[in-house]
């Protein structure tokens, strides 16, 4: 059975970090966009469908906003993008929680939730020459409008299903 996620996409990032996704991630490598996780892991791909409903009631209350990069951090052999404001992608993730408390975000591995895109993984000297390189460069911009529940299929991560963030529509 295929692993699901429940992401928001920031398709703007491409440019940016797409290649080095794609090189120094295995997600990206798997064809995952730059993306901030909400849930991960999420119900197997052959359950899914009967939480659809569930998955745009959970966020159906929420509206878009608008999201800025400026900044670099780090987790331990990780180099990612900071996304702000942070908090709002912390009320997603834990709405989430409320209505599927059986898939922490993580499976349960982190008592905190960091919102981040990942940029890379791997050494130390990697990282710190990325981060070099990214220094300047990032000051983005997004308006983020919809959640995805993203597949892991033979042939890499897909789009499944877009939830909008608009409280005025109902799933």
Do not use: C, N
């Not at 990325?130 to 919809?146: A, I, W």
């Amino acid at each position: 059975m295929a692993e699901t996620a429940l992401v928001i996409l920031f398709p703007e990032l491409e440019p940016l970090i797409g290649g080095l996704r794609r090189r120094h991630t295995p997600d990206g490598a798997r064809q995952m966009p730059p993306h901030v996780t909400l849930i991960y892991p999420f119900a197997d791909s052959a359950d899914v469908d009967s939480r659809i409903a569930g998955i745009g009631r959970a966020l159906g209350w929420l509206s878009p906003f608008e999201a800025v990069f400026r900044e670099t951090g780090r987790f331990a052999g990780t180099l990612y993008l900071k996304p702000e404001p942070g908090e709002r992608f912390v009320a997603i993730a834990e709405a989430l929680v409320r209505a599927f408390p059986e898939f922490p975000p993580y499976g349960g591995e982190h008592d905190e939730i960091v919102p981040h895109v990942t940029v890379a993984q791997g050494s130390e000297s990697l990282l710190a020459g990325l981060e070099e390189e990214l220094s300047g460069r990032v000051e983005l911009q997004s308006r983020v409008e919809r959640a995805w529940l993203m597949e892991d299929t033979p042939t890499g991560w897909r789009r499944h299903t877009a939830f909008p963030l608009d409280r005025h529509t109902r799933v």
